[in-house]
C-alpha cells in the first residue's frame, strides 16, 4: 500500500486530514435526537452479503516505499463487500449530523444521531444525498456506496459510534460492532 493511502504525507494532505478532524469531531459534539424504539436494520440489504472485514479487526498498513512507517490500527465498523453504486439507507430514524464527499481517510461520509447517544457511520459513499440537519425516516435513501477515501476497492464501512451523554470528553466516546446492535430488539 501506498505511503499516502496510510496517513498523510504531504502538507495538503495533512491539512485536509486535520480539516476532517475538525468536522467529524465538531458532528460527534452534536447530538439532540429524541429517544425511540429500538429497532435497527443495516445500510445495506443484509442477506446474502459478505464481509470484507469485521468489526475488532487489527489491521497493519505495510507501505510499499520506505518513506513512511507501517501503521496498526483497530477497525472500528463492519465493511459490508458490495459493489460501486449499491443503495445505502438510514440504518434508523434520526439527523444527519455530518454529509461530506470527502474526508480524508473516509471519503463520502454520513454521520447519523440515532438517538441514545448513538451515531451511525457510513463512509466510502460515492454519493451523498442527505445534508447536516436533515431529518430522515428509517429506510430513507442517504447515498450510494463507492470506493473514495483511503480504500483498496469498493465497499460500504459501517460504523456506530456510543457517545457518552454524560460528559463532554469525546475521549469516552467507544466504537460498537453494529452487527452487535443488529440482534438488539426494542423494549416490550
Known amino acids: 500500500m501506498e505511503c499516502g493511502k496510510i496517513a498523510p504525507q504531504n502538507p495538503e494532505d495533512k491539512r485536509k486530514a486535520e480539516?476532517?478532524?475538525v468536522k467529524k469531531d465538531k458532528a460527534l459534539k452534536s447530538f439532540n435526537a429524541p429517544q425511540q424504539a429500538f429497532d435497527m436494520q443495516g445500510p445495506v440489504k443484509l442477506e446474502g452479503i459478505s464481509y470484507s472485514s469485521s468489526y475488532g479487526a487489527t489491521r497493519t498498513y505495510?507501505?510499499?516505499?520506505?518513506?513512511?512507517?507501517?501503521?496498526?490500527?483497530?477497525?472500528?465498523?463492519?465493511?459490508?463487500?458490495?459493489?460501486?453504486?449499491?443503495?445505502?439507507?438510514a440504518p434508523m430514524?434520526?439527523?444527519?449530523?455530518?454529509?461530506?464527499?470527502?474526508?480524508?481517510?473516509?471519503?463520502?461520509?454520513?454521520?447519523?444521531?440515532?438517538?441514545?447517544?448513538?451515531?451511525?457511520?457510513?463512509?466510502?459513499?460515492?454519493?451523498?444525498?442527505?445534508?447536516?440537519?436533515?431529518?430522515?425516516?428509517?429506510?430513507?435513501?442517504?447515498?450510494l456506496s463507492g470506493?473514495?477515501?483511503?480504500?483498496?476497492?469498493p465497499h460500504l464501512h459501517w460504523g456506530v459510534k456510543y457517545r457518552n451523554v454524560f460528559s463532554d470528553d469525546r475521549g469516552t466516546d467507544i466504537w460498537l460492532d453494529p452487527m452487535l446492535l443488529m440482534s438488539l430488539k426494542a423494549p416490550e
Not at 440515532?114 to 442527505?130: A, F, K, Q
Request: proline share 4%; hydrophobic share 40%; aromatic share 4%.
Open 93 to 143: 430514524s434520526g439527523t444527519v449530523l455530518l454529509a461530506d464527499p470527502d474526508l480524508f481517510y473516509e471519503g463520502g461520509a454520513v454521520f447519523l444521531d440515532m438517538g441514545r447517544g448513538l451515531v451511525s457511520v457510513t463512509m466510502h459513499m460515492s454519493r451523498i444525498d442527505v445534508k447536516p440537519g436533515d431529518v430522515v425516516k428509517q429506510g430513507d435513501l442517504i447515498g
Open 19 to 21: 480539516i476532517a478532524w
Open 62 to 89: 505495510v507501505p510499499k516505499t520506505k518513506d513512511c512507517e507501517p501503521t496498526t490500527s483497530v477497525h472500528n465498523g463492519t465493511d459490508i463487500a458490495v459493489g460501486t453504486g449499491t443503495e445505502i439507507v
Open 147 to 153: 470506493a473514495t477515501g483511503r480504500v483498496t476497492g
